[in-house]
């Protein structure tokens, strides 16, 4: 048995998803007549209480589109410095939109709408970029699963519409926060502009991904998606995926979170570690007491032990909770860190 803690990408889709998937009824959406896409765009724009949704291959085209559709080439969008756009789509803000990240240094991953205000260029100095969208993630990856609080959420609106600036929400992992937080999913619908989701990390599909907005908007997106080649064909099959991971893997988060609760409580327990990063949802940030142990050796100890788990840099380890990670596995990664790893060191 071995135990994949690196991401909650590495799922495999369960009997049931394959089964749904076999017998979806397909079409060729490039002519949007793949019934199954169509059905899950619907659902999708339904959950946020948006008028319209388009499916992509992946978040990082999601994200890509959403800048575009909002920035032309020499704006600037505001993002936290933990930002996925920022660190993680390979620089695609410069290459697809021709647009600068103004970086804010906030918490976890999370700014505030005072930081946000700060951060905008005042429109008539055209020296500097001009400042067009505000970028939030949610729940934040780098920021390890943070939820952010949903009024500070709707100040930054407030900004944004006093600046005439865009919103845009990375809901990667909305579905970890939605869960956590209780919170109405149509609540964020109401506030952002665009909002892309991830099927293919907790809820499990194999790919796919969703950008939510107006009808303008996901009509600019179409054509977006288009020139990025991101138009498919019959991907009715990894649609009817994502409807089997909506009516089925929302509510077991709830078990991802409660496991990594109880891997931060042992790891804090354990001699060599410095410090675990608060947890909210299926992520748990830490950092080895370098002294006692180094990371390398950390790594190869749970390795050996059959664990994978990765290094984010910084002295940063990172281990995520998904739908793969029994029962089962999670008693043995809790003994393996008890036992082994105390008697090595
Ligand atoms: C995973 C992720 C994405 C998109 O990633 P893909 O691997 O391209 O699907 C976007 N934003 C956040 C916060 C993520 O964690």
């Not at 048995?1 to 889709?13: E, F």
């Not at 929302?250 to 109880?262: S, T, V």
């Amino acid at each position: 048995m071995r135990i994949n803690l690196i991401s909650d990408t590495v799922t495999k889709p369960t009997p049931g998803m394959l089964k749904a998937m076999l017998y979806a009824q397909v079409g060729d959406d490039v002519f949007k007549n793949d019934p199954t896409i169509n059905a899950l765009e619907e659902k999708v724009a339904d959950f946020f209480g948006m008028e319209s949704a388009l499916f992509f291959p992946s978040g990082t085209m999601t994200n890509q589109t959403a800048i575009k559709l909002h920035t032309n080439p020499g704006d600037q969008l505001i993002c936290d410095k933990y930002a996925h756009v920022y660190n993680y789509e390979g620089g695609g803000v410069s290459f697809n939109s021709g647009v600068s990240c103004k970086l804010v240094d906030g918490n976890r991953g999370m700014m505030t709408a005072e930081q946000v205000e700060k951060a905008i260029n005042p429109p008539d100095f055209y020296h500097s970029p001009l400042t067009s969208l505000v970028c939030i993630e949610n729940t934040t990856n780098k920021g390890g699963g943070a939820c952010w609080d949903f009024e500070e959420l709707k100040k930054i609106r407030h900004i944004c519409d006093a600046n005439q600036l865009n919103y845009h929400l990375d809901g990667a992992r909305i579905w970890n926060a939605l869960v956590k937080k209780k919170e109405d999913p149509r609540s964020y619908g109401d506030l952002f502009d665009t909002i892309s989701v991830c099927l293919s990390k907790g809820l499990g599909c194999p790919v796919g991904s969703v950008l939510v907005g107006s009808k303008e908007h996901i009509a600019k997106a179409l054509r977006i998606r288009k020139i990025l080649g991101g138009g498919m064909r019959q991907s009715g099959y990894l649609a009817a995926a994502g409807i089997y991971a909506l009516d089925n893997h929302i509510d077991r988060l709830q078990e991802d979170h409660e496991k990594a609760q109880e891997l931060g409580k042992v790891l804090s327990d354990l001699p060599f570690i410095r410090k675990v990063e608060p947890i909210e949802t299926n992520i748990i940030i830490f950092e080895l007491e370098e002294s006692l142990f180094s990371e390398q050796e950390f790594l190869s100890i749970l390795s050996e032990n059959g664990i994978d788990i990765i290094g984010m840099g910084q002295g940063k380890l990172r281990m995520v909770t998904h739908l793969d990670y029994t029962d089962e596995m999670h008693k043995r990664t809790l003994q393996v860190l008890q036992e082994s790893v105390s008697e090595t060191i």
